[in-house]
């Protein structure tokens, strides 16, 4: 699986890909230089249950802690996550 994140003004999105194939896309928005919200995951149907979501969303958790920078999990999928990983808490926005 192959996980690219990519920028454009206000937002940005993880993409999975695997064999050329979308998988998933986790979309964010940029909230100021220290905070991002992300906002909506989506997996395609063959792909649910195989972990593309939970994988887009520890990308995004590791750029996060590469800038320095926290994560308001707007989305249901994405705060599920921060909700059951404790090793991840450590980027969300109190």
């Not at 690219?4 to 999105?13: D, H, I, M, S, W």
């Not at 707007?74 to 109190?94: G, Q, R």
Request: aromatic share 6%; net charge positive; hydrophobic share 40%.
């Amino acid at each position: 699986m192959e996980i690219v994140l990519k920028e454009n003004g206000g937002k940005g999105f993880a993409m999975a890909r695997e064999n050329n194939k979308r998988a998933g896309m986790m979309t964010y928005s940029i909230a100021g230089p220290e905070l991002i919200i992300v906002d909506h995951t989506e997996v395609e149907p063959e792909f649910n249950g195989s972990g593309v979501g939970k994988q887009m969303l520890y990308t995004i958790v590791e750029m996060a802690r590469e800038k320095s920078i926290k994560i308001i999990p707007l989305c249901p999928f994405a705060a599920s996550v921060f909700k059951k990983s404790d090793d991840i808490k450590n980027v969300l926005k109190a």
